[in-house]
């Protein structure tokens, strides 16, 4: 993921969280606040230690990173996301996980209908 697509700092987390609203479901919280100065979205991620070692919690991050860059062309641009990983996302896989974002995304109105 490229630099101008990612929220490092703290400061960037906490107005997502206190600005933003949020929808959730069981495997994943989103956080959204839009931007109107950015030409395309942001996303941080946040996934505990309770989801399991370092290997596992990477791996996460990597599979919500992928599904973000597979449907990039889909979501709404000038949208800060926050994506918290819940527990049961440490047993699933690349395919469970996109389907659950796209799940989080479409409840919120953020993602566009593929034509």
């Known amino acids: 993921m490229k630099k101008e697509y990612r929220i490092k700092k703290n400061e960037e987390f906490q107005k997502v969280f206190q600005r933003g609203q949020s929808f959730a479901n069981r495997q994943l919280v989103l956080y959204y606040w839009k931007k109107e100065d950015q030409a395309h979205f942001r996303i941080g991620l946040s996934v505990s230690k309770r989801i399991g070692p ?6 996460v991050k990597r599979y919500l990173r992928q599904a973000f860059h597979e449907l990039e062309d889909q979501i709404h641009p000038q949208y800060d996301f926050v994506i918290i990983a819940r527990k049961p996302t440490n047993n699933m896989n690349f395919h469970e ?19």
Request: overall charge positive; hydrophobic content about 35%.
């Open 97 to 115: 996980t996109k389907k659950s974002l796209i799940h989080v995304l479409s409840r919120s109105k953020l993602l566009n209908k593929k034509n």
């Open 54 to 59: 370092a290997v596992v919690r990477n791996q």
